[in-house]
């Protein structure tokens, strides 16, 4: 039942398309700010590195790569660097937006203004 309504409301080709814009390091950072809004793991990191692993299909090293990323905002100095990052942070928080969780859009508008603030 909830398959079929959403099917009809999304398009066929929306369904059958990868989107590009859905990067491992855009993955990991919604999953970070899923966990750190849900506190899901108790287990340490590498346990939620498998998980985005499982859940992204991505190559375990890209995980913990990207997954890294929210730990080091205070340390993009590099505009480029910072810019990509500010750039992913803006797209994940639309997704968060869609789902109205206004405590985790709140954390990402922080983390953004941070990272802001270190290539000023």
Do not use: W
């Not at 390091?25 to 700010?33: E, N, S, T, V």
């Not at 750190?36 to 939620?48: E, M, P």
């Amino acid at each position: 039942m909830i398959r079929r309504l959403l099917l009809k409301k999304l398009k066929l080709t929306e369904l059958e398309t990868r989107n590009k814009e859905n990067t491992a390091r855009r993955q990991a950072l919604a999953i970070y700010y899923i966990d750190t809004h849900l506190t899901l793991n108790k287990s340490g990191d590498i346990s939620l590195i498998r998980f985005i692993q499982f859940l992204t299909d991505k190559n375990l090293h890209t995980v913990k790569d990207a997954f890294g990323i929210p730990r080091k905002f205070s340390e993009y100095k590099s505009s480029k660097e910072a810019e990509a990052l500010i750039s992913d942070l803006q797209y994940i928080r639309i997704r968060f937006e869609d789902l109205k969780l206004s405590a985790i859009i709140k954390q990402i508008d922080l983390d953004i203004e941070t990272v802001s603030k270190n290539i000023q």
